[in-house]
């Protein structure tokens, strides 16, 4: 069956148990995203830090209620951001960006993306496409947000 | 199954409906739960609105020509085969794009007579009140929001009971002295619940206020007749009764209409322009601007004869006998918690529910994977969700074309869905 293309173990996983979930402080901005379709919402606090003048991700903490793709989006993608530099990370976000937009014929650099590539059967869903980036548009409007307060 | 009686010959009318033929996904048959979303149509319907543009397809109240009375005749002879149907005048039914646009219009009729000093009964002043309810579709709450910022007018609303219910202990006190218009659901799209619709009617004319009841969820599937049923205006959409897409229709009862003034304006509905300026038609043409949608008058008035086949009576009985089977069968389900009534008294084929541990989204996933098409999240009416504790949830909807059978599916494909996510059965 194809369910099993798309709700890849390391998905479930990550749903039953999430990672970084919860809100937390400090936080340099927060956000609340929600996807109208099927009520899928999202509040996300990013905090960040600097290291020798370049922004670094030190948390994202977020409470999210929503399917177990959103969710489990949101567990993979703090894993793989926390810790980075924003620049490299928004390269992440793109790459997963551009393998949601792949209708199941993108090719995913697991060096990259990591644990994100479990995703990859989402884009022969479309209607599940949002869902997978919900987290991902969260944290990058949060990121814009606290790296603008910052001026 | 023979312990339900044959209200509907179902195979002979699923004959009616291609869509039902096809398959979808790994070759599963089309199990189409969600009419409540949008119907399918039986070939009647498609070989009318085809048939009016091989043959009669003329622009209706213009031209000189044959083309032209031919067109005319079928989008009037529309006109009063629904007006039939709803046990109005023909001059009382408006043909609009859907019961969405219905609503805008009388709501945006009666700021415009604010504006334009029209009718007092439409006016509405600073401190007025407009009553709805929190178990309303966002087609029915967001243009009374949006009447009371453009007028200074209040949004006052029922609540919703655990179980789904207007609570009308406060009635009285809801309706006031201030009340321009009380807009309600004859029928709601997620718990099916039927309010009372007649007796909040008279409550509100007592008190000089107006009722307009949203009938989308219910005309497709009840016998309605305006003058029992007391609502001022009805709105409805054809494409939820075995209709095409991109007609609906306003009821307003005569009077109301002749007072009203337009919504949206142009050509079809003036009687005579001047630079300086323009003078409009009577109801229901005040109404209708643009070249009318004719082809699709002649999808819905097949949709009504279709409908009246089978007889209004039988279709709504059908769809209680599947309401009563799926309450049943998913009440049985462990983790399964069904909104709304609990039984089919004044509760209509939508049944909505949560599934512990698995959010809609992936029910209906599930679902989608087993060939069963159903409706995840809030279906257009948030506030509902909010009000019974639900963050969102899953809908199946019933119409002529559903079995018992499709009925079982659904419950066997929630089990399944249950058992893929680890939730506790």
Redesign the interface.
């Known amino acids: 069956?194809?369910?099993e293309s798309?709700?890849q173990q390391i998905i479930?996983d990550h749903y039953?148990h999430p990672h970084h979930k919860g809100l937390r402080e400090p936080f340099d901005a927060e956000v609340h995203h929600v996807n109208?379709?099927?009520?899928?919402?999202v509040t996300l606090r990013v905090a960040l830090k600097d290291v020798d003048g370049e922004p670094v991700v030190e948390d994202i903490s977020y409470d999210a209620?929503?399917?177990?793709?959103?969710?489990a989006s949101a567990s993979v993608m703090s894993d793989l951001v926390i810790g980075k530099p924003v620049t490299e990370a928004m390269t992440i976000s793109q790459a997963f960006l551009d393998l949601m937009q792949s209708k199941g014929r993108g090719t995913p650099d697991e060096g990259l993306l990591e644990d994100a590539v479990a995703f990859a059967g989402v884009s022969k869903?479309p209607a599940?496409i949002k869902?997978a980036l919900l987290g991902w548009m969260a944290w990058k409007d949060a990121t814009a947000k606290a790296l603008e307060e910052e001026r | 199954m023979s312990e339900f009686p044959g209200h509907l010959d179902v195979e002979a009318i699923r004959a009616d409906f291609p869509a039902l033929a096809r398959t979808v996904r790994n070759g599963n048959p089309l199990i189409y739960l969600d009419s409540g979303a949008t119907s399918q149509k039986p070939v009647q319907v498609l070989d009318a609105e085809r048939s009016f543009y091989e043959r009669h397809n003329g622009a209706a109240h213009r031209g000189a020509h044959l083309l032209s009375e031919e067109g005319t005749e079928i989008y009037e002879g529309a006109r009063a085969k629904i007006a039939a149907f709803i046990g109005a005048d023909v001059g009382e039914v408006v043909f609009t794009k859907n019961a969405t646009e219905a609503i805008n219009l009388v709501a945006y009729a009666m700021s415009n007579a604010t504006v334009t000093g029209g009718a007092e009964r439409f006016r509405v002043l600073p401190g007025d009140e407009i009553l709805i309810t929190e178990m309303e579709h966002h087609a029915n709450l967001v243009p009374w929001q949006q009447l009371c910022e453009r007028t200074g007018a209040t949004l006052r609303w029922l609540s919703v009971t655990p179980d789904g219910r207007l609570d009308l202990d406060h009635l009285d006190n809801m309706i006031t002295g201030r009340t321009k218009l009380v807009a309600l659901t004859h029928q709601s799209n997620v718990t099916g619940t039927i309010p009372p619709v007649t007796e909040i009617a008279r409550a509100a004319h007592e008190k000089g206020a107006l009722v307009l009841a949203d009938a989308a969820q219910s005309v497709p599937h009840q016998p309605v007749d305006v003058a029992a049923l007391g609502a001022d205006f009805l709105a409805f959409s054809g494409h939820k009764m075995l209709g095409p897409y991109g007609i609906g229709v306003l009821f307003g009862r005569a009077d109301l209409l002749e007072a009203m003034p337009p919504f949206l304006t142009g050509g079809s509905m003036i009687e005579v322009v001047r630079m300086e300026g323009s003078t409009f038609l009577p109801p229901p043409q005040r109404f209708e601007p643009g070249v009318p949608a004719a082809a699709e008058a002649a999808g819905l008035a097949a949709a009504v004869d279709y409908l009246n086949g089978l007889g209004m009576g039988d279709v709504a009985a059908h769809e209680e006998s599947l309401t009563a089977h799926a309450l049943d069968a998913l009440r049985e389900i462990r983790g399964v918690r069904i909104l709304g009534p609990d039984t089919t008294k004044d509760r209509g084929g939508a049944v909505a529910f949560e599934v512990e541990g698995v959010h809609p989204h992936d029910v209906g996933q599930v679902l989608d994977e087993l060939g069963i098409a159903v409706r995840t999240g809030h279906h257009c009416a948030w506030p509902l969700h909010r009000a019974l504790g639900v963050q969102a949830s899953t809908r199946a909807t019933f119409y002529v074309y559903n079995t018992h059978a499709e009925v079982d599916a659904l419950a066997d494909g929630i089990r399944y869905a249950q058992r893929f996510f680890g939730a506790r059965q």
């Open positions: 069956m194809q369910l798309m709700y479930l039953r109208p379709v099927c009520g899928d919402e209620l929503g399917c177990s793709i959103s969710q869903y599940r869902c």
